[in-house]
Protein backbone atom coordinates (compact mmCIF):
# COMPACT_ATOMS: atom_id res chain seq x y z
CA UNK A 1 0.00 0.00 0.00
CA UNK A 2 3.01 2.58 0.76
CA UNK A 3 3.91 1.66 -2.76
CA UNK A 4 0.80 2.57 -4.32
CA UNK A 5 0.49 5.79 -2.30
CA UNK A 6 4.03 6.66 -3.57
CA UNK A 7 3.58 6.01 -6.86
CA UNK A 8 0.45 8.31 -6.86
CA UNK A 9 2.73 11.20 -5.46
CA UNK A 10 5.04 11.08 -8.33
CA UNK A 11 2.32 11.17 -11.02
CA UNK A 12 0.55 14.56 -9.01
CA UNK A 13 -2.54 12.56 -8.22
CA UNK A 14 -2.30 12.94 -4.21
CA UNK A 15 -0.84 15.80 -2.81
CA UNK A 16 1.83 15.68 0.14
CA UNK A 17 0.65 16.27 3.90
CA UNK A 18 1.16 19.87 5.19
CA UNK A 19 3.98 19.99 7.73
CA UNK A 20 2.68 20.27 10.92
CA UNK A 21 2.71 24.05 12.20
CA UNK A 22 6.06 24.52 14.84
CA UNK A 23 5.57 26.49 18.01
CA UNK A 24 7.56 29.65 16.70
CA UNK A 25 4.40 29.90 13.75
CA UNK A 26 1.95 30.15 16.35
CA UNK A 27 1.30 34.07 17.32
CA UNK A 28 -1.07 32.34 20.14
CA UNK A 29 1.37 30.48 22.27
CA UNK A 30 4.58 31.99 21.30
CA UNK A 31 3.44 34.88 23.86
CA UNK A 32 2.09 33.19 26.45
CA UNK A 33 4.95 32.93 29.33
CA UNK A 34 5.84 29.68 30.56
CA UNK A 35 4.26 28.88 33.83
CA UNK A 36 6.50 29.32 37.14
CA UNK A 37 6.41 25.35 37.77
CA UNK A 38 8.08 25.44 34.13
CA UNK A 39 10.67 27.60 34.84
CA UNK A 40 11.76 26.26 38.46
CA UNK A 41 12.18 23.21 37.13
CA UNK A 42 13.96 23.96 33.90
CA UNK A 43 16.56 25.62 36.98
CA UNK A 44 16.26 23.08 39.37
CA UNK A 45 19.22 20.41 39.61
CA UNK A 46 17.74 17.18 39.52
CA UNK A 47 16.60 16.41 43.11
CA UNK A 48 16.18 12.60 44.98
CA UNK A 49 12.61 11.50 46.19
CA UNK A 50 12.78 11.93 49.81
CA UNK A 51 13.31 8.85 51.83
CA UNK A 52 10.63 7.35 53.80
CA UNK A 53 10.72 8.01 57.67
CA UNK A 54 9.56 4.80 59.79
CA UNK A 55 6.56 5.77 61.43
CA UNK A 56 6.69 7.08 65.07
CA UNK A 57 4.81 5.12 67.28
CA UNK A 58 1.56 6.92 67.82
CA UNK A 59 1.52 8.58 71.63
CA UNK A 60 -2.02 7.40 72.85
CA UNK A 61 -3.85 9.97 74.41
CA UNK A 62 -4.29 9.83 78.48
CA UNK A 63 -7.63 11.60 80.02
CA UNK A 64 -6.90 13.95 83.02
CA UNK A 65 -9.51 14.81 85.66
CA UNK A 66 -9.05 17.08 88.69
CA UNK A 67 -9.55 15.92 92.18
CA UNK A 68 -11.72 18.44 94.09
CA UNK A 69 -10.11 18.23 97.36
CA UNK A 70 -6.56 19.50 96.11
CA UNK A 71 -7.12 20.81 92.79
CA UNK A 72 -4.69 18.89 91.03
CA UNK A 73 -4.91 17.56 87.52
CA UNK A 74 -3.54 14.07 87.27
CA UNK A 75 -4.17 10.90 85.25
CA UNK A 76 -7.89 9.65 85.48
CA UNK A 77 -6.60 6.20 86.45
CA UNK A 78 -4.24 7.93 89.28
CA UNK A 79 -7.73 9.11 90.66
CA UNK A 80 -10.88 7.46 92.21
CA UNK A 81 -14.17 7.97 91.12
CA UNK A 82 -17.22 8.60 93.35
CA UNK A 83 -20.67 8.59 91.72
CA UNK A 84 -24.09 9.98 92.33
CA UNK A 85 -26.53 7.24 91.32
CA UNK A 86 -29.32 7.65 89.07
CA UNK A 87 -31.18 6.81 92.47
CA UNK A 88 -29.76 9.71 94.80
CA UNK A 89 -27.03 7.23 96.18
CA UNK A 90 -23.71 8.08 96.62
CA UNK A 91 -21.40 5.36 96.15
CA UNK A 92 -17.85 4.46 95.23
CA UNK A 93 -16.83 3.43 91.30
CA UNK A 94 -14.16 1.60 91.14
CA UNK A 95 -14.29 0.65 87.72
CA UNK A 96 -15.45 4.59 86.37
CA UNK A 97 -17.81 3.78 84.05
CA UNK A 98 -21.05 3.48 86.48
CA UNK A 99 -23.64 5.42 85.23
CA UNK A 100 -23.99 8.75 86.92
CA UNK A 101 -22.41 11.79 88.24
CA UNK A 102 -18.77 11.69 88.94
CA UNK A 103 -16.29 13.46 90.98
CA UNK A 104 -12.85 12.34 91.12
CA UNK A 105 -10.51 12.49 94.10
CA UNK A 106 -6.55 11.23 95.04
CA UNK A 107 -6.24 8.28 96.61
CA UNK A 108 -4.80 9.53 99.67
CA UNK A 109 -6.43 10.84 103.19
CA UNK A 110 -5.09 13.94 103.16
CA UNK A 111 -7.84 14.70 100.16
CA UNK A 112 -10.59 12.09 101.50
CA UNK A 113 -10.95 13.49 104.81
CA UNK A 114 -11.59 17.18 104.03
CA UNK A 115 -13.59 16.06 101.15
CA UNK A 116 -16.13 14.58 103.34
CA UNK A 117 -15.60 16.73 106.43
CA UNK A 118 -16.10 20.27 104.57
CA UNK A 119 -18.73 19.04 102.13
CA UNK A 120 -17.23 18.67 98.88
CA UNK A 121 -18.44 15.48 98.14
CA UNK A 122 -22.23 17.39 98.68
CA UNK A 123 -21.62 20.27 96.66
CA UNK A 124 -20.10 18.70 93.90
CA UNK A 125 -23.53 16.07 93.56
CA UNK A 126 -25.82 18.48 95.24
CA UNK A 127 -26.79 16.76 97.43
CA UNK A 128 -26.72 15.42 101.06
CA UNK A 129 -25.32 11.98 102.04
CA UNK A 130 -27.25 9.48 103.51
CA UNK A 131 -26.57 8.05 106.91
CA UNK A 132 -25.12 4.41 105.05
CA UNK A 133 -23.74 6.90 101.81
CA UNK A 134 -21.40 8.36 104.55
CA UNK A 135 -20.58 5.59 106.44
CA UNK A 136 -19.15 3.49 103.50
CA UNK A 137 -17.11 6.59 102.62
CA UNK A 138 -15.64 6.91 106.05
CA UNK A 139 -14.95 2.97 105.95
CA UNK A 140 -12.87 3.97 102.72
CA UNK A 141 -11.25 6.19 104.22
CA UNK A 142 -10.11 4.10 106.74
CA UNK A 143 -8.76 1.89 104.61
CA UNK A 144 -6.64 4.31 102.79
CA UNK A 145 -2.90 3.88 104.47
CA UNK A 146 -1.83 6.62 106.71
CA UNK A 147 0.41 9.20 105.03
CA UNK A 148 3.81 10.14 105.87
CA UNK A 149 4.46 13.02 106.69
CA UNK A 150 7.11 15.69 104.76
CA UNK A 151 9.93 15.71 106.01
CA UNK A 152 10.94 19.38 106.70
CA UNK A 153 13.15 21.35 105.05
CA UNK A 154 16.88 21.40 106.02
CA UNK A 155 18.87 24.24 106.93
CA UNK A 156 21.34 25.36 104.76
CA UNK A 157 24.48 24.67 106.23
CA UNK A 158 26.75 27.94 107.16
CA UNK A 159 30.22 28.36 104.81
CA UNK A 160 32.93 27.29 106.19
CA UNK A 161 35.24 29.74 107.56
CA UNK A 162 38.64 30.12 105.81
CA UNK A 163 41.41 29.00 108.30
CA UNK A 164 44.49 31.37 107.76
Not at 28 to 41: E, G, K, M, R, Y
Not at 79 to 87: E, K, N
Not at 98 to 103: D, I, L, P, V
Not at 117 to 123: C, D, T
Amino acid sequence: MAERMAEMMKDGRVAPAPAPALAADAPHTASLPASPDVQAQATRPAVKAPQKRKPQPRQRHIPQRTCIACKQERPKRELIRVVRTPDGHVVLDPTGKQSGRGAYLCAKRSCWEPALRKGRLEHEFGVTLTPEDRAALDAYVDSLPAEAPTPAARPKRAPKAKAE
